[in-house]
């Protein structure tokens, strides 16, 4: 089965910046997502698009197709007093907008009472190399539809949750 839109994906990964490892799944436990729904950077879905259970694939990915161009306009300052605890450079923190949208941030410096503060993705900017090796492809759920993403095992079993 080839991965095509509605596909349930499963695969095992190592990103790369700059010769560095940045992050990879664990062993053992692949990235699981629904394939045509954005749960992953547009580059790498779109190199993975037709390929199947047992294909491995370098996959380099443009910062336009990953985590978009750094913005300096994304770097800010806010007072000290607007943060609940200490404050330590590298820490991130998420500021909900007027919108009611959560957007996560990157503390850069403490500067006195100025916490200069860093809403881009971590890696935006970045050209990422991913080493891939796709483990399984299978049909979507009809709850995996609906909600827009995979399901691993014992996901939404618990009584609990609640989507709404």
């Given at each position: 089965m080839n991965i095509t839109q509605d596909k349930v994906?499963?695969?095992?990964?190592?990103?790369?910046?700059?010769?560095?490892?940045?992050?990879?799944?664990?062993e053992n436990e692949p990235l699981v997502y629904l394939?045509?729904?954005?749960?992953?950077?547009?580059?790498?879905?779109?190199?993975?698009?037709?390929?199947a259970a047992g294909d491995k694939l370098n996959v380099t990915v443009s910062p336009e197709e990953?985590?978009?161009?750094r913005d300096?306009?994304?770097?800010?300052v806010l007072p000290k007093e607007d943060f609940d605890d200490d404050v330590e450079v590298g820490a991130s923190y998420f500021a909900?907008?007027?919108?009611?949208?959560v957007n996560p941030f990157t503390v850069v410096?403490?500067?006195?009472?100025?916490?200069?503060?860093?809403?881009n993705p971590p890696l935006a900017g970045q050209t990422l190399n991913?080493?891939?090796?796709v483990k399984d492809v299978r049909d979507?759920?009809?709850?995996?539809?609906?909600h827009g993403h995979a399901h691993g095992e014992g996901m939404h079993d618990d009584e609990d949750f609640d989507d709404e």
């Open positions: 994906v499963e695969i095992e990964y190592t990103l790369t910046v700059d010769g560095e490892v940045v992050d990879q799944s664990e394939h045509g729904h954005n749960n992953i950077i547009p580059g790498l879905e779109k190199a993975l698009e037709g390929h990953g985590y978009g161009e300096d306009e994304n770097v800010q909900q907008a007027e919108d009611g949208s410096s403490v500067n006195g009472d100025d916490v200069t503060v860093d809403f991913f080493d891939v090796t979507a759920t009809a709850e995996e539809l609906e």
